[in-house]
Structure formats: structure tokens, C-alpha cells
């Protein structure tokens, strides 16, 4: 390497770093060591007494006790456990404190180091009944101060299916991470919404919890048989203010990834086109265009045969268009959201089967969707691990009464309507819509089944965890506030990447995230179908990462 290489490399890595939110100029030259706090610790008859870290006395209450037990009698019935009847012991040599009930035992043993509390828990079920859930307090903390970015009554809980459970708080003086030292084994840990955000308990739970956890967690199974006995192991980290959580998350992230490595392997990182034909509103709809078809409910007539004529050369000048737009912002390809049209109301409009296309489109998608390949791009459906009931434009009529059905094998789903776009036309991006909802989106490893299946196709989940990002590259939306992978994300898969619909959003403020983002291979998508005022700034930020590399 040249001395000018070594110089424009140097550059290249100072100009990154500044684009980093966390970069300042000093720390560019200096890298002070932080003093480490003192972590002390003092044990009591029921748990701990005291939980201090460099000076700041972190607990309010250090008892360890049961708060629910659940068991199921041999007739299916579930009952609670009464547990008044309890008897406490503390093994001062061992650091250990132990419930006894009649149903069973619960114990804890604490390991102090040096940055670091570790929990060893341990439930015997004494029963004849199955243990179906136990919920534990390790403790109840209190914090000098709000923890940064939390929000009132909110519940910071994580039940480690998808993602490792690492939960920071950022409390000003210093910084705690509660860890699920375990990868795969459903738990329910952390700080659930009560009392105040200065003021907080931290549960362990085996099930789930409440009303609320069944809606935001995915079904916990984790039973203990009669006679049996079931070990949670977790821990609590310390770190000096300014700490990050990959660096109090970091080994447990490198165990999950190697647990779950990366199989993705996409290599083109150039930015893909946004195409919407139609919509759902029914005000732009008519008789004559019942899709909804170009937003346009007057122009558009697919029920006589010269209105399907107009409609095939109004679509193929459609496509000449987005070509222009696409080959200029320099795109890998395009994804038609809706090439079915969108008949239906929300929240089916995406019918989301390349299998099932009224008659309009199925007589002109061909020819469609051959010009963008002949183009030089990739090209893309909508495509839903659901099954259509019935399937509406295949054959019989339908009423309108079209549902999205939820059948035991989605992967399966996946991967047939996958290898039918494959075959017809040569799709390689699918973007997938409802893979179950925001908080609980499908088990990850059923993308695992689809990519193993087509190995050669970029899928973009709408919804994602942790996990998904070692098999896809799931949507994240700009106009919500997400401008790049979460760090969260990349601590446990440092090449993972998302696409990103950044056709909306205050593209000129938040510019320096989506440099870095762009930079570190996340994939913008725009507006292909309509030369946007975004698309520029979309294609300078491409431009500008560009000339940065070379």
C-alpha cells in the first residue's frame, strides 16, 4: 500500500468516526481509561442488605422471595399456589437463601466478583402436579435517578427467544445490565412496571406474566415435571457512566451468534426501488377499476376488453418510467408491493400470493416484469406466510369474503409461493408482510427453513427479532424514527443488515445516520415509480459513502 493509500485510508476512518453519534473530536486523539467503581456487596438472612457501585447504594429491597407459582393438576386444571406457608433458610458459606414450600423449593445463590452479581437459581417441583410457571424477585432496586430513555409504567422485560436478554440501565452515575445468561431456554427477566422509574423490581419468570406479557412476549413453556427440578442462571454487570451495552452484553452476544450463526449472504448493498400500483382506499375505487389500480378510479376500466388493452399500455409505460428512475439512482432492483392490486380492505390489501392475479395483471405481468429483467434488475413481490381462503381470481368467484388464513407450517407457505415467483419470472426480493406483529413476530428459525430452501433470494421480513437478522434483512421505517440496524443488532451479528423505507422521514436531519448506516450496509429503498425529491438526497448519500471508499 502506497503512502497516499495509507493517508486516504486514515482520513477515510477519522471522516467514518465523525459520522459515528458518539464520536467527538477528542476522543479521536485520547482514550482515557475510566476509573472502575467499586462494586460492594453485603448479604442479609433473606438476600442481599447492600448493592453498592462506586459509592451508590443501588438497592431498596434485597429479598429474595416467590411472588407466584402455577400449577396443573392431573384433570388440565391450573391453580395458584398459596404461599403463605413458606419457610426461609440462609447457607452464609454458600451465599445461598432458600424457600421451602409444599409444593416444592426455590433457591438462589449469589456469586459476587469484581463487576458482577450472578444469580444461580435453582426450583424443585416436590408436587404431584406440573410446575407450569414460577415467578421469583431477585431483588428491588433503586436508581439515584430516572434511567436514561425509560418511560413511565413501562415494562423492560426480555424472554430471550429470538434475542439474548441484555437490559441497560443507564442511571447517570453508572451503568447495569441485567443478563439471561442463558440462549435458548424461555425466561421472563427484568424490571416490570411498578411503583416508580427510579424504583424497580427485577423478576424472573418461567411463564408469562400477567395480562399484559401474552400480547408482548411469545407463549413461555418452560414446565418441571412432578419430582423434578429446572436451574435459571442470570447476572447483573456493572460499568462506570458512559459504559455500552455491547460492552456489558458483549460474550453473551458472541454465544448467540455462534449458537445461531449468520447463513444471509447477499453481497449487493445498492439501494432497491419502492413500487406501489394500487390502493386500498375505498374512495379510489370503482366499478370499473375494483383494485383500486393507479389511484386513479375514473381512468381505469379492467372490465371491458379495450379498458384492459389501455390498462396493459398504461402498466408497461409504468415500467419503462420506473426503469429510468431505478437505473439512475444506480438500484440493484425493485419490489412491487402489490401486484395483485388491492380489491380488499386493510388488513388484507396485500394479498401477498404472486399465485393469484386478477385477470388484468395476469395477462400483462410477464411482460411486466420482463422489462425491468431485461434492464438489468432484480425484481421483487409481496409475498405473506398465510394461505388466501378462498383464493380470490384462481378459478371460482369469490364473494368478497377473502381472509388471510394462519396455517401450521408458514416456512412451507414461504417457500412454495417463493419457488412460483422464482420460476415465472425470476423474483429474488421478497418482502414479507405479516409475519406475526410487532412484539411477536414469528419463530426466526422458520426463515432459516425459507433461506436454506432459496439460498439465492433476499428476503425483508416486516416484522423481526434479533435472530431474523442471521437469515434475512428485515424492514425497518425511517418515518418511525429507525435510521440504521440497531447497535443491539450488530453486537451480536456484525455484518447484519436491514432495508430501510426511507422514502419518508427528515432525510436532511438525520443525514449523518444514514451515511453511517449506508456505510456500514443497510439498504435504502426510495420511490421507483416517480422521481420523489428524496430520491436525490437518497442517491448523494449513496454518492457521498462512495467516494468515502475509495
Not at 145 to 153: K, T, V, Y
Not at 312 to 327: H, N, Q, T, V
Request: neutral net charge.
Amino acid at each position: 500500500m502506497t503512502n497516499e493509500a495509507h493517508i486516504r485510508r486514515d482520513l477515510l476512518a477519522l471522516l467514518l468516526l465523525a459520522l459515528s453519534p458518539s464520536w467527538d473530536a477528542q476522543s479521536a486523539t485520547e482514550s482515557p481509561q475510566l476509573e472502575k467503581p467499586k462494586l460492594e456487596v453485603a448479604m442479609g438472612q433473606r438476600g442481599l442488605r447492600s448493592l453498592r457501585h462506586g459509592g451508590v447504594e443501588l438497592l431498596q429491597d434485597g429479598e429474595f422471595r416467590v411472588i407466584s407459582v402455577t400449577l396443573q393438576n392431573q384433570d388440565g386444571t391450573l391453580v395458584q399456589s398459596d404461599l403463605k406457608g413458606g419457610h426461609v433458610s440462609f447457607d452464609e458459606a454458600k451465599r445461598q437463601v432458600t424457600w421451602t414450600y409444599p409444593w416444592g423449593v426455590a433457591r438462589t445463590a449469589y456469586e459476587i466478583m469484581s463487576d458482577r452479581v450472578n444469580f444461580s437459581i435453582s426450583v424443585t417441583n416436590s408436587s404431584d402436579s406440573v410446575l407450569r410457571g414460577i415467578c421469583l424477585q431477585l431483588m428491588e432496586l433503586k436508581f439515584p435517578q430516572a434511567p436514561l430513555g425509560w418511560i413511565e409504567h413501562y415494562q423492560y422485560l426480555g424472554h430471550n427467544l429470538g434475542s439474548p436478554t441484555v437490559i441497560v440501565a443507564d442511571y447517570g452515575r453508572g451503568v447495569l445490565a441485567l443478563r439471561n445468561e442463558e440462549i435458548a431456554r424461555p425466561l421472563l427477566s427484568g424490571f416490570p412496571g411498578r411503583k416508580s422509574l427510579e424504583i424497580r423490581p427485577l423478576w424472573v419468570c418461567s411463564s408469562n406474566i400477567g395480562w399484559l406479557s401474552p400480547m408482548l412476549d411469545p407463549l413461555l413453556n418452560r414446565p418441571i415435571n412432578p419430582r423434578d427440578s429446572d436451574q435459571y442462571r442470570l447476572s447483573l454487570r456493572f460499568g462506570p457512566a458512559g459504559t455500552s451495552q455491547a460492552q456489558l452484553g458483549g460474550d453473551i452476544y458472541q454465544r448467540f451468534s455462534v449458537a445461531y450463526p449468520p447463513k444471509l449472504k447477499w453481497q449487493d448493498r445498492r439501494p432497491i426501488a419502492f413500487l406501489a400500483l394500487s390502493t386500498s382506499e375505498p374512495h379510489l375505487h370503482s366499478s370499473s377499476n375494483p383494485r383500486g389500480w393507479f389511484n386513479d378510479p375514473k381512468g381505469v376500466d379492467v372490465i371491458t376488453s379495450g379498458g384492459r388493452a389501455r390498462f396493459r399500455e398504461r402498466l408497461l409505460k409504468y415500467a419503462e418510467g420506473s426503469i429510468r428512475i431505478s437505473k439512475a439512482m444506480n438500484a440493484q432492483g425493485m419490489i412491487v408491493w402489490d401486484i395483485e392490486g388491492q380489491e380488499f380492505p386493510h388488513a388484507i390489501s396485500y394479498l401477498g400470493d404472486p399465485r393469484s392475479l386478477p385477470p388484468e395483471m395476469e395477462a400483462v405481468a410477464d411482460e411486466f416484469l420482463e422489462k425491468f429483467i431485461d434492464a438489468g434488475l432484480r425484481i421483487g413481490v409481496t409475498i405473506r406466510p398465510q394461505r388466501l381462503v378462498p383464493a380470490p381470481y384462481r378459478g371460482a368467484a369469490h364473494s368478497g369474503s377473502v381472509m388471510q388464513m394462519q396455517t401450521p407450517d408458514p416456512a412451507a407457505i414461504l417457500i412454495e409461493k417463493i419457488a412460483f415467483a422464482k420460476k415465472r419470472w425470476g423474483c429474488t426480493l421478497f418482502y414479507v408482510d405479516s409475519n406475526g406483529d410487532p412484539n411477536v413476530p414469528f419463530d426466526a428459525l422458520l426463515f432459516k427453513r425459507v433461506t436454506e430452501a432459496h439460498p439465492d433470494v433476499l428476503l425483508i421480513p416486516e416484522h423481526k427479532n434479533t435472530l431474523y437478522y442471521a437469515y434475512t434483512a428485515p424492514f425497518q421505517s425511517f418515518r418511525q424514527g429507525i435510521a440504521a440496524t440497531p447497535s443491539n443488532v450488530r453486537a451480536v451479528y456484525p455484518r447484519a443488515f436491514s432495508v430501510i423505507y426511507s422514502l419518508e422521514g427528515p432525510l436532511d436531519e438525520r443525514r449523518k445516520d444514514l451515511l453511517a448506516a449506508v456505510n456500514s450496509g443497510d439498504i435504502l429503498m426510495f420511490f421507483g415509480w416517480f422521481d420523489n425529491p428524496n430520491n436525490a438526497k437518497i442517491r448523494s448519500i449513496y454518492e457521498e459513502v462512495t467516494n468515502l471508499k475509495r
